[in-house]
């Protein structure tokens, strides 16, 4: 069960490296990323009944910048700005745009005699874009729409520039775990992991720390030290994991394969891939932090085009008759589309932080599993939430390092047969 912890982590952190989570019940407004504020005597904005997003109407528009009336007659909310003028009739499913009328699938209502508007038609109306931002609660109006795909890809093109980086990563899982007493109880584990990766030849170091804490009892462990290159078409990877005494114990193990040397070298074959797979970007507005105003960009990444470039290895993978290898198929073959936050320096337009809830990828990948684990190991992994963020620090300023020795004469682990004579 250890090695296919470990198999199944190793995975989640190399897919992250090849491409800030909050809590909160306030709904926010945000408006070219200025926070709109409210209070008792204007009101907040809530969800109905229908989770439709009700704001404020007075205090959202004028700080959109437009004109505000009040038909009391008609019992409609006017907005004007420039040459539109949007009127919101209460309780019904349409809104005046220039007296033309648009369906909306949710009414403006009067609620301790304030009036509320259904934002998104509206704000659509005048011509700007909305969007909603689950992981900070928080509702984006920008009004001058911004490309997001072609902000993404731009920052995507920069980093396959990059000589080198360090990476910082976090990882928060939650799992439930049977205690002493075998009574089933939620066992919190942080993983840190700190990398450093050069690009031109590829080589990687990582180290790995984990805090698990169940029912207040915590444990310390140093989990692996990790070391990889791509040698020509050789991608040669040593991990060393401590024994029952605390000493490392490294393995070896070397992969030949022609696709892992054309993706390294053809950068832009390799950003051509990313944007094929790139199936929804949105723009989550501008933040500060730490002196720099960062674009915060969601990117959903569908995982078929990776799905279809690795399909002679899964095929392989299914037919070796190895149980581990049979695993790796079904859990590859059961990976649908990965949404993940990235976050963006204006000024440099370099990808700086990445924060992802992992848990719907795990929990896919799990799916895929079937009858290969026990009911009650399988139930706990499709229980197992996991959200990761990864900073990008020091690029073209890492410290050079070399793989140590006692990792060099490591014994070599035999490849999973499903791998030989694969070709790219």
């Not at 290159?229 to 605390?246: E, H, I, Q, S, T």
């Not at 390294?264 to 932090?289: M, R």
């Amino acid at each position: 069960m250890k090695k296919k912890f470990v198999f199944v982590l190793s995975l989640v952190l190399i897919l992250a490296l090849s491409s800030v989570v909050f809590a909160n019940s306030e709904i926010i407004i945000r408006i070219d990323s200025e926070k709109v504020e409210f209070n008792e005597d204007l009101g907040f904005p809530f969800l109905d009944e229908n989770s439709r997003t009700q704001v404020p109407f007075k205090a959202t528009m004028e700080k959109y910048g437009a004109e505000v009336e009040w038909d009391n007659e008609n019992q409609t909310a006017i907005a004007k700005k420039g040459d539109i003028t949007v009127k919101v009739p209460i309780g019904e499913k349409f809104i005046l745009k220039n007296d033309e009328k648009i369906a909306t699938d949710a009414a403006a209502l009067v609620k301790s005699g304030r009036t509320y508007l259904p934002i998104r038609p509206v704000i659509e109306a005048f011509g700007s874009e909305v969007q909603w931002d689950s992981k900070l609660n928080t509702v984006v109006i920008t009004t001058e729409p911004i490309d997001a795909k072609e902000v993404l890809l731009n920052a995507y093109a920069k980093s396959y520039e990059w000589k080198n980086y360090d990476a910082n990563m976090n990882m928060d899982m939650t799992m439930p775990a049977p205690n002493e007493k075998g009574e089933i109880q939620n066992m919190q584990i942080q993983m840190d992991m700190k990398m450093t990766a050069f690009q031109d030849p590829l080589k990687v170091k990582g180290t790995a720390d984990m805090v698990m804490d169940l029912a207040g009892t915590k444990l310390s462990q140093h989990v692996m030290d990790l070391y990889y290159n791509l040698d020509g078409n050789k991608f040669v990877m040593y991990m060393g994991m401590p024994n029952a005494n605390g000493e490392i114990e490294w393995v070896k193990q070397t992969q030949e394969n022609e696709l892992f040397a054309a993706l390294n070298k053809d950068k832009k074959e390799s950003l051509e891939l990313n944007k094929e797979a790139i199936k929804d970007v949105k723009f989550f507005g501008k933040y500060e932090e730490n002196g720099k105003t960062l674009l915060r960009v969601e990117n959903t990444t569908s995982f078929d085009v990776y799905q279809e470039m690795l399909g002679g290895y899964m095929d392989m993978l299914s037919s070796s008759g190895k149980q581990e290898d049979i695993l790796a198929a079904n859990m590859l073959a059961n990976i649908g589309d990965i949404t993940f936050v990235i976050y963006i320096d204006e000024e440099t337009g370099e990808i700086v932080k990445y924060d992802m809830d992992l848990t719907p990828f795990m929990q896919s990948m799990f799916e895929g599993m079937g009858e290969q684990l026990p009911p009650e190991g399988l139930e706990i992994l499709k229980n197992l939430k996991v959200k990761m963020e990864m900073e990008i620090l020091n690029v073209n300023k890492a410290k050079d390092f070399e793989i140590p020795e006692e990792a060099l004469k490591a014994l070599e682990a035999p490849a999973p047969k499903a791998l030989e004579g694969l070709e790219g």
